[in-house]
T-cell receptor
Framework: DQQVKQNSPSLSVQEGRISILNCDYT??????FLWYKKYPAEGPTFLIS?????DKNEDGRFTVFLNKSAKHLSLHIVPSQPGDSAVYFC????????????FGTGTRLQVTL | GAGVSQSPRYKVAKRGQDVALRCDPI?????LFWYQQALGQGPEFLTY????????KSGLPSDRFFAERPEGSVSTLKIQRTQQEDSAVYLC?????????????FGSGTRLTVV
C-alpha cells in the first residue's frame, strides 16, 4: 500500500517558468512533510519541509503548499533553473517517532533552456 | 568527515552470497537510518539506530537482513544468502535530534546487484 504517491513520473519545464510537483498521501496521521532533491549517483538532499499546522512554507524560490483536507501537497519552484533538473521525492512522517520517513516514488524534473 | 560515507559504492554478489555494507555517519550524529531504494521507487525505511541502540527494525524485509552499530558510530547492514530481489541501492542517513529532519543527511548509497 503506497501511503505517499507522486503520480507524475516526469515533468519538463522551460527555464524561468514555474515548476509544480504534486504529492498525495493516504495516512491522515502524517503531520510533517518534506521534499528531497536527488541527483544521479548521489543521496537525496533536504529541500524544504512543512508542518501540518501550516498550509504554506517558503524558502527562496521554493514554496511548499499543504492541503490537509485533500491530503495533498505541492512544491512550486519559481523561477525554474537548469540546475533544478533532478528527481524530487516527497516524504511524510509522524513527528515524535524520531525515525522513518515514508517516501513517494519521485518525479523527474527537467528544466530546459 | 564532512558527510555520510558509504562503502562499497557498488557490489555485485552471486545469489546466495552474504554481503556487508558499511556506513560512516557524520561525526557526532546520534541517529542513523538505513533505507532501501529499488529501481524506479522511492527509498523505503529499513531500520533506525539511536547511538548503539536499534530502536526500530520494522522495515527489514526478512530475517536475512541484519544491522548493527556496536559503538554508536559506524553501522553495518548485512544481508545473508542474497536473492535477486535484494538488488537495490542501500542508503544510509544520519542526523542529530536538534536539527530534526532538515539535518537528515544521506550518503551516496551502495548499489547492490545480485546475479
Amino acid at each position: 500500500d503506497q501511503q505517499v504517491k507522486q503520480n507524475s513520473p516526469s515533468l519538463s519545464v522551460q527555464e524561468g517558468r514555474i515548476s509544480i510537483l504534486n504529492c498525495d498521501y493516504t495516512n491522515s496521521m502524517f503531520d510533517y512533510f518534506l521534499w528531497y532533491k536527488k541527483y544521479p549517483a548521489e543521496g537525496p538532499t533536504f529541500l524544504i519541509s512543512i508542518s501540518s499546522i501550516k498550509d504554506k512554507n517558503e524558502d527562496g524560490r521554493f514554496t511548499v503548499f499543504l492541503n490537509k483536507s485533500a491530503k495533498h501537497l505541492s512544491l512550486h519552484i519559481v523561477p525554474s533553473q537548469p540546475g533544478d533538473s533532478a528527481v524530487y521525492f516527497c516524504a511524510a512522517t509522524l513527528t515524535g517517532t524520531a525515525s522513518k520517513l515514508t517516501f513517494g516514488t519521485g518525479t523527474r524534473l527537467q528544466v530546459t533552456l | 568527515g564532512a558527510g555520510v560515507s558509504q562503502s562499497p559504492r557498488y557490489k555485485v554478489a552471486k545469489r546466495g552470497q552474504d554481503v556487508a555494507l558499511r556506513c560512516d555517519p557524520i561525526s557526532g550524529h546520534v541517529s542513523l537510518f538505513w533505507y532501501q531504494q529499488a529501481l524506479g521507487q522511492g527509498p523505503e525505511f529499513l531500520t533506525y539506530f539511536q547511538n548503539e541502540a536499534q530502536l526500530d527494525k520494522s522495515g527489514l524485509p526478512s530475517d536475512r537482513f541484519f544491522a548493527e552499530r556496536p559503538e554508536g558510530s559506524v553501522s553495518t547492514l548485512k544481508i545473508q544468502r542474497t536473492q535477486q530481489e535484494d538488488s537495490a541501492v542501500y542508503l544510509c542517513a544520519s542526523s542529530t535530534p536538534r536539527e530534526g529532519y532538515a539535518g537528515y543527511t544521506f550518503g551516496s548509497g551502495t548499489r547492490l546487484t545480485v546475479v
